[in-house]
């Protein structure tokens, strides 16, 4: 009559807090700056946004823990820290790099060291994506909403 709760995997439980936490705190570092309005949206408008959706992917990683698994295998093994270290580094080089050498060095830098997290991918495929990824940002935050960046700085 009554279902048995699905087991909670351990390791993502411990990344959903991780990324959640993550969020927060960047969340909590943006509402520092002006937030501004939607006609002229000000310096913390976008850190907050990209921090609220962080926070909304560590609560889907939790939800995903709890869905119902097929097996009954529960991997209870070392959190993956290669995922976190070169995840922390794209993040890190982008914010080193963006202001010396312009948002497309930052974005590349980030979208390659980033992918080393996966190590699965070839090195045609890291910059197929870095490539797309510097492309459609220089689109949409330049292009389309005319902020100040400075793509390239020599």
Same mark, same amino acid.
């Given at each position: 009559?009554?279902?048995?709760?699905?087991?909670?995997?351990?390791?993502?439980?411990?990344?959903?807090?991780?990324?959640?936490?993550?969020?927060?705190?960047?969340?909590?570092?943006?509402?520092?700056?002006?937030?501004?309005?939607?006609?002229?949206?000000?310096?913390?408008?976008? #850190?907050?946004?990209?921090?609220?959706?962080?926070?909304?992917?560590?609560?889907?990683?939790?939800?995903?823990?709890?869905?119902?698994?097929?097996?009954?295998?529960?991997?209870?093994?070392?959190? #993956?820290?290669? *995922?976190?270290?070169? =995840?922390?580094?794209?993040?890190?080089?982008?914010? *080193? =790099?963006?202001?010396?050498?312009?948002?497309?060095?930052?974005?590349?830098?980030? *979208?390659?060291?980033?992918?080393?997290?996966?190590?699965?991918?070839?090195?045609?495929?890291?910059?197929?994506?870095?490539?797309?990824?510097?492309?459609?940002?220089?689109?949409?935050?330049?292009?389309?909403?005319?902020? #100040?960046?400075?793509?390239?700085?020599?």
């Amino acid at each position: 009559m009554f279902r048995k709760l699905a087991a909670i995997n351990r390791r993502d439980a411990w990344t959903a807090v991780a990324v959640v936490a993550l969020g927060s705190a960047g969340a909590f570092m943006a509402l520092d700056y002006r937030l501004g309005e939607l006609r002229n949206i000000g310096p913390g408008a976008f #850190p907050l946004i990209v921090s609220l959706l962080v926070v909304l992917a560590g609560v889907l990683i939790a939800l995903e823990g709890l869905a119902p698994q097929r097996e009954e295998v529960i991997d209870d093994g070392p959190p #993956p820290y290669r *995922v976190l270290i070169f =995840v922390t580094a794209g993040l890190l080089a982008f914010a *080193v =790099v963006t202001p010396m050498a312009g948002a497309v060095p930052g974005i590349l830098a980030c *979208v390659v060291l980033a992918s080393l997290a996966d190590g699965s991918l070839r090195v045609w495929q890291v910059g197929a994506l870095a490539a797309l990824v510097a492309g459609f940002c220089a689109l949409v935050f330049v292009v389309l909403l005319k902020l #100040p960046l400075e793509l390239v700085t020599w």
